[in-house]
């Protein structure tokens, strides 16, 4: 009897599968798929004090400090080819008694300069730092000329220092990248 049963369930299985209801898959809808995944990275950071703005040896005032970071991941073919937008975020907490410009020169290989953000920092005091946001978005034709680019240089300007200078001024910076694959 359990016999007759299993042979009698096989072609009626078998009937139900050959009938059922399939929906036809349109497999040309995985081209409208597409991937945007947002990766924040910080970028640069430094601590710079007043003394790093004049010499101590020749007692001469250094009005320009800079710092080279490299960035070689945006020169790779994934993030140059699917790079959509930039958005870069600098905090500046400023307690020397100056005002300062900060640029940010974004070069390539060869040392071309490709993409420039500039920005001023507020002038502060040991007793009262101030915070200076900068926000820049890089996209459209900007992006190819950031993305040519493997290095990013920083050069933090003064107009006037002594040796009586006090304070720090530091910089905090992250980069949100759009991508769309």
Same mark, same amino acid.
């Given at each position: 009897m359990k016999r007759s049963l299993t042979f009698l369930s096989i072609p009626i299985l078998l009937i139900f599968c050959f009938t059922a209801c399939v929906k036809d898959t349109d497999f040309k809808q995985g081209d409208d798929v597409s991937l945007t995944p947002v990766v924040e990275l910080d970028l640069i950071y430094f601590n710079l004090v007043a003394e790093d703005f004049f010499d101590q040896v020749t007692q001469t005032p250094v009005l320009t400090v800079n710092d080279t970071t490299k960035i070689e991941f945006l020169n790779e073919s994934g993030v140059r080819e699917n790079l959509v937008k930039a958005d870069f975020?600098?905090?500046?907490?400023?307690?020397?008694p100056r005002q300062f410009l900060a640029e940010f020169n974004f070069l390539n290989e060869n040392n071309e300069q490709k993409y420039t953000?500039?920005? /001023?920092?507020?002038?502060? %005091?040991?007793?009262? =730092?101030?915070?200076?946001?900068?926000? !820049?978005?890089?996209?459209?034709?900007?992006?190819t000329r950031l993305t040519?680019? /493997?290095?990013?240089?920083? %050069?933090?300007?003064? =107009?006037?220092?002594?040796?009586?200078? !006090?304070g720090t001024l530091n910089l905090k910076s992250k980069t949100t990248y759009f991508l769309e694959f």
């Open positions: 975020q600098f905090t500046f907490t400023n307690s020397i953000i500039t920005t /001023n920092v507020e002038s502060g %005091s040991e007793d009262d =730092p101030v915070i200076t946001n900068f926000f !820049e978005t890089i996209e459209g034709a900007d992006i040519s680019s /493997n290095k990013v240089v920083v %050069s933090v300007t003064i =107009p006037s220092s002594d040796i009586n200078l !006090e």
